[in-house]
């Protein structure tokens, strides 16, 4: 028998939270949250006001940021005793509702317990964008990863050499072009933050990660035509491990689902110590975003590149309070 206890302050900002620390591009933090208290629903609204329009203009991006969102939501409903039930886009006459999430409670004969150590890796987990080791990932884990995108909704492909060396191929073809784009190039710097700055927003200065002095990984430039606030060039991993974050589909739906995925596979990653780094440039261009599908599949849509291995964490970026989001 389900128990329906109502959710005290302490719950709703253990569960908002957990949702904030999700990955968002360019750390826009693109969501926005409403509770109903009396029929313990959590809704999870788009911020319309943190859109990237040159980077992101058919929000394609801010979907997966949403979804990597509710995925850490129903982890922490899990983690405090509660059944998440998710509707995504459930009313079709309001395209701002991105989720809503039923808190539900839970007997014990139908409570499912989270994976050892995934609700705690919601806090360990930063993107790292410094260099790996080289060290290659077990297959185990890779598998575990695998199989928790397959569950999510998506899928996980990893590529042999000839793949990785083309999926990296776009990747710097894409992230030239964004160099000669100067609207992308303003649009980018605009969510650098200086040490010290009051802002809840952003990637600071100190969280951006070097170039490749072998220039292999074309990790994002932040800093566009500013060469003073880049690091120095340091080398990279020779044997870089990547996996392509794809879907079937390629509606609004599928984009939330992804982003569950995307969310997984990140911390099943860091629950087993490995880092990430997200590659996203080539699906910023339709046409690199297209070449990026594995070959001899039809109905492959990429939707993330995901840099993993060994090496040192990543650097924290500042959230909202997830309370200040709540409307």
Known sequence: MRTHAVLDAAAVESLLAAAVAAPSIHNTQPWRFRLDPDNQVLEVRSAPERALPRTDPTHRAQYLS?????????????????????????????PGLLAAVHLTGLSAADEQPVAPGLYEAIARRHTSRMPFTGRPVPEPIVAEMTSNAHAAGARLHIPDIV???????????????NHAHPERIAESRAWITAPGADTSYGIPVTALGPPDAGKRIATRDFTGPVPAARRPARWFERHVQLALLWTSHDRRDDWLRAGQALQYVLLTATANGVRTSLMHQAMEWPDLRAA????????????????????????????????????
């Open 66 to 94: 949403v979804g990597a969102a509710v995925f850490n939501l129903r982890l922490a409903a899990l983690h405090l005793g509660r059944r998440p039930e998710v509707r995504l886009l459930p009313d079709p006459h309001d």
């Open 163 to 177: 793949g990785t060396r083309r999926l990296l191929r776009l990747t710097a073809a894409a992230e030239a072009r």
């Open 292 to 327: 990026t599908a594995f070959p001899r599949h039809k109905r492959c849509h990429p939707q993330m590149l995901i840099r993993f291995g060994y090496g040192p964490d990543g650097t924290g970026t500042p959230r909202l309070p997830g309370a200040a989001d709540l409307g």
